[in-house]
């Protein structure tokens, strides 16, 4: 996104405008669709705010899923208020006293890129299908595209080629399935693959497990997700593996060779074009999100 100083404008954002930009952005993903995130308006843009409230028990102790969720949204915003002629200045984790204030967005005027319509089409259209992709597999350089998408926003990404890392993952996917099935319902189930050969599989990470790192990797994740989703890609987060700690370090050590902390999985595929229509996820109100 292009930034400008912050001393180089001095533009008001309306409330209509500013309510409209927060709505889009609240369509990001989230984990387990908690949508944990707060907003506040600014006279010049907005504050984004954790919501730990929203935390979910037992599955994201550290809060990492939270702050990705809320980086997913950062990004959104930003994409939105692209769209509609305004240019994004963003400062991540301003306030080390306040560490639930995770960005300030302030924003001045811009011309709308062509793009835009697309852009706002995709920022609606996106959504969670967890539907059998067909058997057509994604392109190495479409996976290339997306990936870049991803590295554009300060996190690493990577997708997963090799057999071998590939049976390493589908090893780890299902221990992580079985350990949280135990957890949960006292008996282990292994009732399907979450991972097919045509899959494409893309990893997000980080040299650090920091919150900073956590906010990129959903700004990422959200920079792939709607580049895909205007490709017409379909993006399905694998989340069990990352949420339990035995496979998390195994994917570190096993498939990123223990240089480098995993933060986000997803595969990627194509969805049957005659697919019915999912109905979309109920999103929170905005009195529910905005902050006084």
């Known amino acids: 996104m292009v930034r400008m100083s912050r001393a180089?404008?001095?533009?008001?954002?309306?409330?209509?405008?500013?309510?409209?930009?927060?709505?889009?952005?609240?369509?990001?993903?989230?984990?387990?669709n908690t949508q944990p995130?707060?907003?506040?308006?600014?006279?010049?843009?907005?504050?984004?705010?954790?919501?730990?409230?929203?935390?979910?028990?037992?599955v994201d102790p550290a809060g990492r899923g939270v702050v990705i969720s809320c980086g997913a949204a950062l990004h959104h915003v930003q994409?939105?208020?692209?769209?509609?002629?305004?240019?994004s200045d963003v400062r991540r984790l301003p306030d080390a006293a306040a560490p639930?204030?995770?960005?300030?967005?302030?924003?001045?005027?811009?011309?709308?890129?062509?793009?835009?319509?697309?852009?706002?089409?995709?920022?609606?259209?996106?959504?969670?299908?967890?539907?059998?992709?067909?058997?057509?597999?994604?392109?190495?350089?479409?996976?290339?595209?997306?990936?870049?998408?991803?590295?554009a926003h300060g996190v690493g990404a990577v997708a997963l080629s090799d057999s071998g890392e590939r049976f390493r993952l589908e090893l780890l996917v299902a221990r992580a399935q079985q350990l949280q099935a135990r957890a949960e319902?006292?008996?282990?189930?292994?009732?399907?693959?979450?991972?097919?050969?045509?899959?494409?599989?893309?990893v997000l990470y980080a040299e650090d497990d920091s919150p900073e790192?956590?906010?990129?990797?959903?700004?990422?994740?959200?920079?792939l997700w709607l580049d895909a989703v205007r490709s017409g890609l379909s993006v399905v987060p694998l989340s069990h593996v990352l949420e339990v700690e035995e496979t998390r370090a195994g994917l570190r050590d096993s498939v990123l060779?223990?240089?480098a902390v995993?933060?986000?999985?997803?595969?990627?595929?194509?969805?049957?074009?005659?697919?019915?229509?999912?109905?979309?996820?109920?999103?929170?109100?905005l009195a529910q999100v905005l902050l006084p």
């Open 79 to 87: 994409v939105a208020a692209r769209a509609m002629g305004w240019a």
């Open 37 to 58: 995130w707060r907003w506040r308006l600014r006279p010049d843009g907005m504050d984004l705010y954790a919501d730990h409230q929203r935390q979910p028990p037992g």
């Open 100 to 151: 639930a204030l995770l960005a300030e967005v302030r924003l001045s005027p811009e011309a709308p890129p062509r793009s835009a319509a697309g852009e706002l089409a995709a920022l609606r259209d996106r959504h969670t299908d967890r539907r059998r992709f067909t058997s057509w597999p994604v392109p190495d350089e479409r996976l290339a595209v997306l990936t870049a998408a991803a590295r």
């Open 257 to 259: 060779g223990g240089l």
């Open 8 to 32: 180089a404008t001095s533009t008001t954002v309306s409330e209509r405008v500013g309510r409209q930009l927060v709505e889009l952005a609240c369509r990001a993903p989230s984990v387990d």
């Open 213 to 223: 790192a956590w906010l990129r990797a959903g700004e990422g994740l959200s920079a």
């Open 262 to 285: 995993p933060l986000v999985l997803v595969r990627v595929g194509w969805q049957a074009i005659s697919r019915s229509q999912l109905v979309p996820t109920s999103r929170r109100p």
């Open 185 to 202: 319902a006292g008996a282990a189930t292994d009732d399907g693959r979450d991972i097919e050969g045509s899959d494409g599989l893309v």
